[in-house]
């Protein structure tokens, strides 16, 4: 059955309200004295994460939170950085710290991840987040699964009791998000499974989802026939595929075979404008939680 009208779950739209709703909440803060920090931890000079902190870093100014840029030079040791990290978690103008990835080679990913304080870890990429989000506590949520899962409530889109298949296992996607939709709330309840490059008859399973997310890394790779007749699909994947006929020579496609696959599923993100654009904007809302002692699953209420 070919669904004759496909949904498209608009991720530019949903990011522009709830960024209203931050700023909103910003300028609450603002009225009591607090301006809200995310310091920004760029090491060495890669363009791609260059570019990815300052399209941060205007989202931020944006919408009135004080980005705080740190940029060190490529070789600086270890400890060296730790010691900056150590600075920003002390400052009290700084409430959310990220140190974008990937990171120079000679440094210890995991030791970083520590050294930011849970408290300021917006990124939701700490031990005692991931724990505290197993253990069903607040916390702060990563990003992009928190992104997903904001993208199915503004769509009205309950996950409870429903099938949700993940394919991809990633600590950044794949394995929050399961975390994320089994818990034991309104806003969850969902029967998940995750699948991964040693599932076997991926297919079988992907077709009983009632809402399948894609965090893959292939371009297409969630081909019509792996999706049944009127599931929600969320295309977590941002991949670049060449393309001549583009002034910059490459175009943005997800992991999901979008034209084929929005022919029979009831909703669909589209690639790019889905997911992508609500990564950012969970980090704001971190942010600004983060200023208002907060965490994730707290309101961003008018109690500030
Ligand atoms: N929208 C956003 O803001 C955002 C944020 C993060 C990532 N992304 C995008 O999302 C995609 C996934 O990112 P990631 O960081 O989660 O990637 P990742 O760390 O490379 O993980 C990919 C996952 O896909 C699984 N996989 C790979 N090939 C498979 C196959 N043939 N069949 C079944 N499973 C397979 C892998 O299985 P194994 O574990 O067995 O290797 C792994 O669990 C990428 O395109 C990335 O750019 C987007």
């Known amino acids: ?83 900056e990290l150590a600075a920003l978690n002390e400052r009290p103008d700084v409430h959310g710290v990220l140190v974008q990835q990937p990171l120079p080679r000679h440094i210890d990913v995991e030791a970083v991840v ?28 990563p990003c992009t699964p928190f992104g997903v899962q904001k993208i199915l409530e503004f769509a009205g889109i309950s996950v ?25 709330s309104s806003t969850a309840n969902a029967t998940v499974t995750v699948c991964h490059s040693g599932t076997r008859e991926l297919g079988e399973i992907t077709r009983s989802a009632d809402i399948l997310v894609a965090a893959i890394g292939q371009p ?3 081909s019509a026939d792996m999706v049944c007749d009127g599931a929600v699909v969320v295309d977590v994947g941002i991949n670049r595929v060449d393309d001549s006929s583009r002034k910059r020579g490459y175009r943005i496609v997800g992991d999901v075979d979008f034209a084929a696959v929005s022919e029979r599923c009831s909703a669909i993100t589209p690639v790019p404008g889905g997911v992508g654009p609500m990564t950012v904007t969970m980090l704001l ?18 109690d500030a």
């Open 1 to 83: 059955m070919v669904q004759e009208t496909v949904h498209l779950l608009d991720g530019n739209s949903i990011s522009e309200r709830l960024r209203t709703d931050i700023g909103a909440a910003v300028l609450r803060l603002k009225n009591t004295g607090i301006v809200p920090g995310l310091a920004t931890v760029l090491v060495g000079d890669n363009p791609a994460s260059a570019s990815y902190i300052r399209s941060k870093q205007r989202a931020c100014a944006d919408l009135g939170i004080n980005p705080v840029d740190v940029t060190l030079p490529a070789d600086i040791a270890q400890s060296a950085l730790l010691d």
């Open 114 to 141: 520590e050294a930011v304080s849970p408290e300021k870890d917006v990124d939701g990429f700490h031990p005692v987040n991931l724990g505290r989000m197993v253990r069903g506590r607040r916390c702060f949520l």
């Open 160 to 184: 409870a009791g429903r099938h949700v298949v993940i394919v991809g296992r990633s600590l950044l996607v794949g394995k929050p998000l399961a975390t994320m939709l089994l818990e034991k």
């Open 220 to 222: 297409g790779f969630i």
């Open 285 to 302: 809302y971190n942010t600004v939680q983060s200023a208002r002692g907060m965490r994730s699953q707290d309101a961003l209420g008018d």
